[in-house]
């Protein structure tokens, strides 16, 4: 019987190893493409490198701009992902916990401004953060609190939608117990909703934070200098007399590392939750 | 139960943001929207022409064909990501040697922005120095064109999408299926059940919030894709992967034909929410009415 379980746990890891040659194939390319010269890039493809041509890292880690970028997206991505994570959390709380009128068209409501389709909703965004939103000089637009706040209407209903089933499972006896021993909502909502809902936060956590890094539409209409992330760094090597694929995959590399650091960091915590027997006792 | 207050209180951020950044950008569209305008032409003065945007819309070949398309796209993509999300997602339930290996791998391509996405599929598949056409010719004889096919092409936007956005779908089912408690599956166990009848019975129900959740946000999100195809096909062949985003992204850049672009921006916007709408009352509120009763 032993023997029997340890040839399945096996059996999985040979599927796994299977679906990660799918999964890693595009992202194997990637590298690929970015050590090759251009023009070996026009040639018949083959599948493994015969020789390792590191020019085009050379090339991006000389560039300050690009550093700049690096840092600009990772700020706004890890501010964008603290923020929309905590105010969902707390917006789910309200949602679940309390017996608000309208909550649950208001509920509908926070996704439907994820729906919106883009392109057309650069403008409108732009007049407000260059015209609307401002305090004497300064303005929202080019600024990393500007496009932390503007990845919001994107980031926000999505935490909202993911932490709520989340809330909704954990019971709710466990918070009326804390109550009757007289603990503040504040208390409740750290130390007794929050650990239990560990999981989800996780997953959101990890999940908003890629969505604001790997914004692009907005962050190439809504900043010049200031706060350029690093996608709209990418963009700027496809040019009218052609793409520098080779730059470009350089820096989608560059890309991989931070985000795979942050998945690294928070993945531990999607594990089982502590205490689901908590409620008989 | 308690003070309503706090309640509103905890929600208040929220709205405040998604109003300043949600509700004005909207109404300034469906304002635009009654207009026309091309802030780039010759005379660049907003126009007031009723709905002359929306009549136009109705008899736009190219804009129905493209929301049949982006049916068509939304509908392969959605469905076998959440397939293959949930098996995957169950795969990862065991306990097996390299499990949280095998789970950060599976996540990178969610860390891969979307243009650069479609970047690499578009070198990988274009013909002659794509290594996935070259594969084909010479193991299988198949003749992969994304160029001039169309089924090629709409087929490889899906598997793309396929690729991108199914860790999205196991990352939040595994959420899902970690918080669930174990008890009833203990029970169901020893009375008995298979792992059909617990698939139906326990684990469907139970995770169903979460499901539900996952493919909204799965829907609407292909529903408004631009960037990975914009890169990998630019909406061709023809109008063939020319889906909903694509076609309003083109009405609007290079074309700077912002009051049309706005019209089909609200259609949109209104059909996203009214799908997303009716499957939310057909799935969900059955649910709360049982539960009130």
């Known amino acids: ?281 | 139960m308690h003070s309503k207050k706090l309640g509103w209180l905890l929600l208040a951020p929220t709205l405040l943001i998604l109003g300043l950044f949600g509700i004005f950008p909207f109404l300034y569209v469906v304002w635009v929207s009654f207009h026309e305008w091309n802030p780039f032409a010759a005379n660049p003065a907003k126009i007031f022409n009723w709905a002359a945007n929306y009549r136009k819309l109705v008899f736009d070949a190219q804009f129905l064909a493209s929301l049949g398309v982006t049916m068509a796209f939304v509908f392969f993509a959605v469905v076998s990501e959440v397939i293959i999300g949930y098996l995957l997602a169950q795969a990862f339930m065991k306990d097996f040697p390299g499990r949280a290996f095998f789970r950060t791998i599976h996540t990178l391509p969610l860390i891969m922005a979307p243009i650069i996405v479609g970047s690499i599929w578009k070198l990988m598949t274009t013909p002659s120095i794509g290594i996935i056409p070259y594969m084909l010719k010479h193991t299988v004889g198949f003749d992969l064109n994304i160029g001039t096919s169309a089924v090629a092409a709409f087929a490889i936007t899906v598997i793309m999408d396929i690729w991108h956005w199914t860790p999205l779908v196991t990352l939040t089912l595994i959420a899902a299926l970690v918080s669930l408690p174990s008890e009833p599956f203990e029970q169901a166990q020893i009375d008995g059940a298979n792992k059909r009848q617990i698939f139906w019975h326990l684990t469907l129900p139970m995770i169903r919030p979460a499901l539900i959740a996952t493919v909204f946000i799965r829907l609407m999100d292909a529903m408004r894709t631009v960037d990975e195809v914009l890169m990998l096909t630019g909406g061709g062949p023809g109008s063939a992967t020319r889906y909903v985003g694509v076609h309003i992204f083109r009405e609007v850049f290079p074309r700077t034909n912002y009051g049309y672009g706005s019209a089909v921006s609200v259609i949109v916007l209104y059909l996203t929410i009214v799908i997303c709408w009716l499957l939310y009352v057909s799935l969900i509120a059955p649910r709360t009415r049982k539960g009130s009763s």
């Open chain 1, 1 to 281: 019987m032993k023997l029997m379980r340890r040839h399945r746990s096996w059996l999985s890891v040979l599927f796994w190893i299977a679906i990660s040659f799918v999964t890693l194939f595009p992202i194997y390319w990637l590298f690929v493409i970015s050590v090759k010269p251009a023009v070996e890039l026009f040639s018949t493809p083959e599948l493994l490198l015969r020789n390792v041509y590191w020019q085009n890292y050379i090339d991006v880690l000389n560039n300050p701009t690009l550093r700049g970028y690096m840092l600009n997206s990772l700020i706004i991505s890890s501010c964008n992902a603290v923020l929309v994570t905590t105010l969902g959390f707390l917006a789910c709380y309200a949602l679940t916990r309390f017996d608000l009128p309208g909550k649950e068209s208001i509920f509908f409501w926070t996704i439907t401004n994820r729906m919106a389709p883009p392109a057309v909703f650069l403008l409108p965004l732009f007049l407000l953060l260059t015209q609307v939103y401002r305090i004497g000089d300064f303005k929202l637009a080019d600024s990393r609190i500007g496009m932390i706040l503007v990845y919001c209407t994107f980031n926000l209903p999505f935490a909202i939608w993911t932490l709520r089933p989340t809330l909704d499972a954990i019971p709710r006896e466990l918070d009326e117990a804390a109550y009757v021993d007289g603990a503040s909502p504040w208390t409740v909502i750290s130390d007794i909703v929050f650990p239990l809902a560990r999981p989800g936060v996780a997953v959101t956590l990890i999940l908003t934070w890629v969505f604001a890094w790997n914004e692009y539409l907005l962050a190439a209409t809504l900043t010049n200098f200031n706060a350029r992330t690093l996608t709209t760094g990418l963009s700027e090597y496809v040019t009218t007399t052609g793409t520098a694929w080779g730059i470009m995959a350089a820096i989608s590399v560059f890309t991989l590392i931070p985000a795979l650091i942050v998945f690294s960091l928070v993945q531990k915590h999607i594990v089982a939750g502590l205490t689901f027997g908590a409620v008989k006792g």
